[in-house]
């Protein structure tokens, strides 16, 4: 199957419209770490356990450049493939199941985001949404959290 033909598959998925209470679907958490112009962003996911697809997009700090996005994906479960794309300071990631597998339930690593940046200003996420295989609909009450580990 080729990429475009990845991403429409994708995005149909994800299109679906909340017209109904759906369930909570989990958590989104991104994490940034670095020292210096060295910086990286750890995503993990929290699932339910109902989640088979779910996507993000990542603003990094305005001054954000060299966004090394090799290891974005790195940690996702087998059953999963997905992608990252960035333009400018922002990263869109989608990651989904072609089988419509669900995310296992608990904390799943994601993968990583290493960028050069002067600024210490969190990452920011938004248009957080997912689905679930099982019952091919959205699900509701997906969540985020940004944590500086350099502020703890």
């Known amino acids: 199957m080729n990429n475009s033909l990845k991403i429409l598959a994708s995005t149909l998925l994800l299109a679906a419209p909340l017209a109904f209470a759906a369930p909570e679907g989990g958590t989104v958490h991104v994490s940034k770490a670095g020292k210096g112009a060295n910086q990286v962003v750890g995503v993990d996911f929290e699932s339910n356990g109902d989640v088979s697809a779910f996507q993000f997009l990542l603003t990094l700090p ?27 300071n922002r990263v869109a990631v989608v990651i989904y199941s072609f089988q419509n597998d669900a995310i296992p339930s608990g904390l799943q690593s994601v993968g990583k985001v290493t960028f050069q940046s002067t600024s210490n200003r969190k990452p920011e996420l938004s248009e957080v949404s997912a689905a679930s295989g099982r019952t091919g609909s959205a699900v509701g009450g997906m969540k985020s959290e940004v944590t500086d580990i350099n502020e703890k």
């Open 62 to 88: 305005e001054d954000a450049k060299n966004i090394n996005l090799s290891k974005c994906l790195d940690a996702l479960p087998k059953t999963h493939t997905g992608m990252c794309q960035a333009r400018d």
